[in-house]
């Protein structure tokens, strides 16, 4: 049986792995701005397809 404090732990180590990203769109939906906003998303961000789609590449 684990303590409420290591399944708070778990917990905070399970969204710590979450990769988020924060997207731009224009009022005619272009895409215009990409960006990671967590430390996962960073790792991955050039891997993303709206990275490719953004900066053509």
């Known amino acids: 049986m684990t303590s409420h404090l290591e399944q708070n732990d778990n917990t905070q180590e399970s ?3 979450i ?8 009022e005619e939906g272009k895409l215009v ?3 990671p ?3 996962l998303a960073v790792n991955h961000w050039a ?3 709206l990275a490719a789609l953004l900066y053509e590449g």
């Not at 988020?20 to 224009?26: I, L, N, T």
């Open 15 to 17: 969204l710590q792995n």
């Open 19 to 26: 990769a988020s990203f924060q997207v731009v769109m224009s």
């Open 33 to 35: 701005g990409f960006q």
């Open 37 to 39: 906003t967590s430390r």
């Open 47 to 49: 891997k993303n397809p």
